[in-house]
């Protein structure tokens, strides 16, 4: 069984530009969270998907967008990205909306100058 | 909403000697609590969870919690430190009610274990 894997690992940007994020989910889980860990603090939950539909959203301008696909890969979309959007991007993956384990994926690290 | 809190943004200990990790959460109602443990550049591994029952909690890597409701805590111990447990550790708490299950995390504690 594979676990959550993410894509890239790292990643610079200019302030202004578009990003987008790929997460791929645990084998047999359908439901995906996003969270930003900005250095020195704790991951802030930004989104989660469910069976392809939003399913709840933390305090993120809509400029933070997401997709999940049919077979529960996520992306994560970024746009007019901000000097404070640099962070550690975390994708967490549950084997169903109630599963009480969210299982983390190494994340992408977001540079942005 | 429910939240956690953190104290000590550092703890540093002996090899050999006790862990002792702090965390008190808010919540109006049972909560299902958290802890994870993240090493230099990589993502979070879950250490152990709490849902209901037995408040003594025990995880990977000889962690064990104990969740005590008078108190409103949920510290994370260890008998005696290894230099591999040198990481950053995030208590968490997991929404209930609603129709999603996002996890709030506290602002994490950096434990340093000294030869």
């Known amino acids: 069984e594979t676990g959550v894997t993410q894509s890239p690992t790292h990643l610079i940007k200019t302030r202004g530009q578009q990003v987008t994020l790929r997460c791929s989910s645990q084998?047999?889980?359908?439901?995906v969270s996003w969270y930003q860990q900005a250095l020195g603090q704790g991951p802030q939950f930004i989104f989660q998907?469910?069976?392809?539909?939003?399913?709840g959203r933390g305090n993120f301008p809509p400029r933070f967008s997401g997709l999940q696909f049919p077979n529960y890969s996520s992306e994560l979309n970024v746009n007019a990205l901000e000097l404070d959007d640099s962070a550690l991007y975390l994708c967490?993956?549950?084997?169903?909306?109630?599963?009480?384990?969210?299982?983390f994926g190494a994340g992408t690290r977001l540079s942005v100058l | 909403a429910q939240s956690v809190t953190q104290l000590g943004s550092h703890v540093s200990v002996s090899e050999g000697a006790l862990v002792l990790l702090r965390c008190n959460y808010s919540?109006?109602?049972?909560?299902?609590l958290f802890w994870y443990v993240q090493y230099p550049n990589q993502g979070l591994q879950l250490l152990l969870k709490?849902?209901?029952?037995?408040?003594l909690v025990k995880g990977i890597n000889g962690f064990e919690a104990e969740f005590k409701k008078s108190e409103t805590s949920f510290h994370l111990t260890k008998p005696s430190a290894h230099m591999s447990d040198a990481a950053e550790y995030f208590c968490?708490?997991?929404?209930?009610?609603?129709?999603?299950?996002?996890?709030?995390f506290g602002k994490g504690t950096l434990l340093t274990v000294n030869p």
């Open positions: 967490a993956s549950s084997p169903k909306l109630a599963g009480d384990i969210q299982y």
């Open positions: 084998s047999g889980h359908n439901t």
């Open positions: 998907y469910y069976r392809e539909e939003e399913n």
């Open positions: 919540s109006s109602v049972p909560p299902y």
């Open positions: 709490y849902t209901t029952g037995a408040t």
């Open positions: 968490a708490v997991r929404n209930s009610g609603g129709s999603n299950y996002k996890l709030t």
